[in-house]
């Protein structure tokens, strides 16, 4: 059984930075690929930031620059480290693994970026 659970989210002012992580367990492979989707009130879920176990990521362009996503294969975690935020960036962040083809979800965390 695969849980996905994040942690991290809170209040921050426009220009500040949050970590975000992430922590996936009973994932069985290696290769698999994590990554973090946000979603604003009434808005669709997108995605931020991905990275595969190899260490190649994908951002958005409206976050590059400014977000950096990393993991620790060992411990099956991710982390995104959000720099220089700006409302616009105040969603509910979810995080995710895909494994096999399979994509778990975790609950997600709020993140609010006051101006």
């Known amino acids: 059984q695969v849980q996905v659970v994040e942690y991290g989210g809170g209040l921050v002012q426009a220009g500040g930075s949050l970590r975000l992580s992430c922590a996936a367990s009973?994932?069985?492979?290696?290769?698999?690929?994590m990554g973090w989707y946000h979603q604003a009130p009434g808005g669709l879920r997108d995605l931020v930031a991905s990275?595969?176990?190899?260490?190649?990521?994908n951002y958005r362009d409206a976050v590059k620059g400014r977000f950096t996503v990393s993991r620790d294969n060992a411990k099956t975690t991710m982390y995104l480290q959000m720099n220089s935020l700006k409302s616009e960036d105040t969603a509910v962040y979810y995080c995710?693994?895909?494994?096999?083809?399979?994509?778990?979800w975790g609950q997600g965390t709020q993140v609010t970026v006051s101006s």
């Open positions: 990275i595969t176990s190899g260490g190649i990521t």
């Open positions: 995710y693994v895909n494994v096999l083809g399979r994509t778990y």
């Open positions: 009973g994932v069985r492979f290696s290769d698999n690929v």
